[in-house]
């Protein structure tokens, strides 16, 4: 049953890239972004801030705002995790995102909700959880409550483990070429 659903998503998001949709973009494109892009800057905007040089992290709190190319997360809270020292000379590099309170990703037409959001940059796998997990692009809806990108493979899996059922909405005629 696994099998089948972590296909249907793979399905619905690869029939929009081979059609043309959105630029030949799947849907795990739009997570590639953070922390793995080195072309492109990581833009982050909140409330507060607090470094922790003994834990390597970073913890932005309040309306949260993060932007790397047409990549963005908003979030309430987001800790950053980093190899080497917040306070050396040399650049820090993200070895891992984790996003806490009402989780927003959006890239051209394609975003993800979920409560929870984590990005593991040196295995390159992003992980969003909560209640109801909603994965869109243009008019189609995608809704399970744990979804896994490989940002590496592509390759997705929505699981719903609360109801045991993933729900798929796909708007007739949305997969035509403009």
Known sequence: ???FLQVAVIGVFSL???TGYSAAQTFSDAFAGFGSNDKEPIQIEAEELEVE???NSATFKGDVVVT????QLKTQKLRVFYDGSASGTTQQKISRLEAAGRVYISAKDQTATGDEASFDMKREVMVMTGDEVVLSQGPNVVVGNRLTVNLKTGK???QAQKSG???VLIQPNSLDNN
């Open 53 to 55: 040089d003994k834990t």
């Open 16 to 18: 929009c890239a081979l």
């Open 165 to 167: 059922r993933v729900k």
């Open 156 to 158: 997705a899996d929505l």
């Open 1 to 3: 049953m696994m099998k």
């Open 68 to 71: 790397q190319g047409e990549t």
